[in-house]
């Protein structure tokens, strides 16, 4: 069952075309990896799907209902944790919890269960009542992704989910995103500069290239389509993408450029 699926979704600013004719589906359980250099339209991509930004043109539809014309139900079935700092460090993690589960209108008598539960799946419940600034750069993420939870959505959305992470903090991410796909049957739909991250999780993956798909396939028929003897995703990165510097072409300002900066600085 396709649980994402987009048809020629395409997102202009000005004379820049960020996201050029986007058609990719995904299947229910899934977890689909969109790979691409800086200013491919990765994250303009998934700002679309999570209904932050509205198409130039073309459609999309996730877990059955239209980005544009049903955005409030897509937001219902959707967790999205972006490559910026969303936990509020003044707070306590079970605090950052009571929010979003207030937020997701959950009821009452279930959020304490609810926040015990998913902050126990994230190895967090003996630092419930820890204020978040005093969190290691790992577990801030596992606490960003346990919010993105609250409402046992159906799709994930994670832009660059262990940026600025340190080796072993990446690997606990990446076991736990595995996990959510296994123990909460969520389809996983994440970006990452990481290849061997990809490698590793992504069942298919999806290379952008100057707002165009360049190649999609599982990382081993990628790997063979490239008639490379030993061949690894970094080779079919660098073959369908090219080597150079691109522009920023997803719409991203220097502000949210400095934001993302400040996330790897203090994740780090």
Same mark, same amino acid.
């Given at each position: 069952m396709k649980i994402i699926e987009t048809n020629a979704l395409t997102r202009r600013f000005g004379d820049l075309i960020a996201c050029d004719n986007l058609s990719i589906a995904v299947e229910q359980g899934e977890i689909f990896g969109l790979l691409g250099p800086n200013g491919a339209g990765k994250t303009t991509a998934i700002k679309m799907l999570t209904t932050?930004?509205?198409?130039?043109?073309?459609?999309?539809?996730?877990?059955?209902?239209?980005?544009?014309?049903?955005?409030?139900?897509?937001?219902?079935? $959707? =967790?999205?944790? !972006?490559?910026?700092?969303? @936990?509020? +460090?003044? *707070?306590?993690?079970?605090?950052?919890?009571?929010?979003?589960?207030?937020?997701?209108?959950?009821?009452?008598?279930?959020?304490?269960?609810?926040?015990?539960?998913?902050?126990?799946?994230?190895?967090?419940?003996?630092?419930?009542?820890?204020?978040?600034?005093?969190?290691?750069?790992?577990?801030?993420?596992?606490?960003?992704?346990?919010?993105?939870?609250?409402?046992?959505?159906?799709?994930?959305?994670?832009?660059?989910?262990? $940026? =600025?992470?340190? !080796?072993?903090?990446?690997? @606990?991410? +990446?076991? *736990?995103?595995t996990d959510l796909r296994d123990n909460y049957d969520a389809t996983i739909f994440m970006t990452t500069h990481l290849m061997e991250e990809a490698d590793l999780l992504c069942g298919r993956v999806a290379i952008m290239h100057r707002g165009k798909v360049a190649a999609l396939g599982s990382p081993s028929e990628l790997k063979s389509a490239i008639g490379k003897e030993g061949a690894t995703l970094e080779d079919v990165f660098v073959h369908f993408a090219g080597s150079e510097i691109e522009a920023e072409g997803d719409g991203r300002d220097y502000r949210e450029t400095q934001q993302t900066r400040r996330t790897a600085r203090r994740l780090g």
């Open positions: 932050l930004l509205p198409p130039t043109s073309g459609n999309a539809s996730v877990a059955g209902y239209d980005i544009v014309h049903q955005a409030s139900a897509v937001r219902r079935v $959707i =967790g999205y944790v !972006p490559q910026m700092l969303s @936990a509020d +460090g003044t *707070l306590t993690g079970y605090e950052n919890l009571l929010i979003f589960a207030k937020l997701y209108d959950i009821p009452r008598r279930e959020r304490n269960k609810r926040i015990h539960d998913v902050m126990s799946f994230m190895d967090l419940a003996d630092d419930a009542n820890r204020l978040v600034r005093t969190y290691s750069g790992g577990m801030i993420r596992r606490l960003e992704i346990a919010q993105s939870m609250m409402h046992r959505p159906r799709v994930l959305f994670l832009d660059e989910p262990t $940026i =600025g992470l340190d !080796p072993l903090a990446r690997r @606990a991410v +990446g076991d *736990l995103i």
